[in-house]
């Protein structure tokens, strides 16, 4: 039986009142300790190129995209590179630049996200970056196939946004999307990422946000049947026509593919021409445009079904530019211009 208190309350087994004092005070002075520590562990890795940038998605290679935008903010700019990994890894902007000293070109290719973050992210880029005029939406044909799906890569617009553009320091975002387990691992593989473009999973970027890689070898990704997606289309279309709203171009770039994959999975030769054809039905009546992969690449030119290597990224740069360029050149002779 309990035994009580003269006030009829039980008090068998209840703890002394200062046991429970030192346990709040306990909880309330690890917490005050977490911030400190955790921003000595920031200052570690960051003497050591190994801090990862925060959490912001699922993906480390996006992630320190972001972080590389907000510590280069664009200005200026002229002409604005989209898409996922084949536009990051792709376009050569040094090239662009050389070309056409007039351009200023940056690369926002976001690895991992499908074609409708694609046009998220051409929205949100075009409202802050308001001297741009073009845009360039670099894509594979397998990257036409995915818009039902859900994406593979978390991408919030409205987070990254305050993240890139905000005035908002980095620790929050890190306290925010924190895991310790995660940190760690990023950060094994982040300080060689930074500095080896020979490795898949480089993220060595250059001024302008390009990423190249080089790899010794080949790897067996992304060699799968292409399924062409309504939906992408639909948003294809509907991009163009709010660009088109605000006097910005967009331009779908097409990027190659691997000659093992099409031996493999288009031997009839059908993709490439039922993707054009359904491009330029979705661009009817705007101003976008098709530009064309015209440049005959072997299979050493890739590391797997859809990447070039860096050593070839001139030949394609230069390829898509003079297309823009024709394409200028027509628009200044029509009557309508």
Request: glycine share 6%; charged share 20%.
């Amino acid at each position: 039986m309990h035994s009580s208190n003269v006030h009829g309350t039980t008090s068998l087994n209840a703890p002394p009142r200062n046991a429970w004092v030192r346990y709040v005070f306990a909880l309330v002075a690890g917490a005050l300790l977490i911030v400190p520590a955790f921003a000595g562990v920031m200052a570690v890795l960051d003497y050591w190129g190994a801090m990862p940038p925060p959490l912001l998605s699922n993906n480390l290679c996006l992630d320190e995209k972001l972080a590389f935008m907000r510590m280069n903010k664009p200005s200026h700019i002229n002409l604005l590179v989209v898409g996922s990994s084949t536009a990051v890894r792709h376009f050569n902007s040094p090239e662009a630049v050389r070309i056409d000293p007039g351009l200023r070109p940056y690369n926002a290719g976001l690895c991992g996200i499908n074609l409708i973050q694609s046009a998220l992210v051409i929205d949100w880029l075009t409202h802050r970056l308001p001297h741009v005029r073009r845009v360039l939406l670099i894509v594979s044909s397998l990257e036409l196939g995915d818009c039902r799906r859900a994406p593979r890569t978390s991408l919030n617009i409205g987070e990254a946004d305050r993240f890139v553009f905000g005035n908002t320091s980095r620790l929050g975002f890190y306290l925010k999307g924190f895991n310790a387990t995660t940190l760690v691992r990023n950060a094994i593989d982040l300080r060689r990422a930074r500095k080896d473009m020979t490795w898949f999973y480089s993220v060595v970027l250059n001024r302008f946000g390009d990423a190249p890689v080089q790899p010794l070898h080949d790897r067996r990704d992304w060699y799968k049947k292409a399924e062409l997606d309504d939906q992408c289309f639909t948003a294809l279309g509907r991009t163009a026509r709010v660009l088109d709203a605000r006097g910005i171009q967009l331009a779908v770039v097409e990027s190659p593919m691997d000659p093992r994959w099409r031996e493999e999975f288009d031997r009839a030769g059908t993709v490439t021409p039922v993707t054009r054809r359904r491009i330029r039905e979705a661009f009817d009546g705007t101003n976008a445009v098709l530009i064309e992969n015209r440049t005959r690449f072997s299979s050493a030119d890739f590391y797997d079904a859809v990447h070039l290597r860096a050593s070839s990224t001139a030949r394609y740069t230069r390829s898509v530019l003079s297309q823009v360029e024709a394409l200028d050149r027509g628009a200044s002779k029509s009557p309508s211009s």
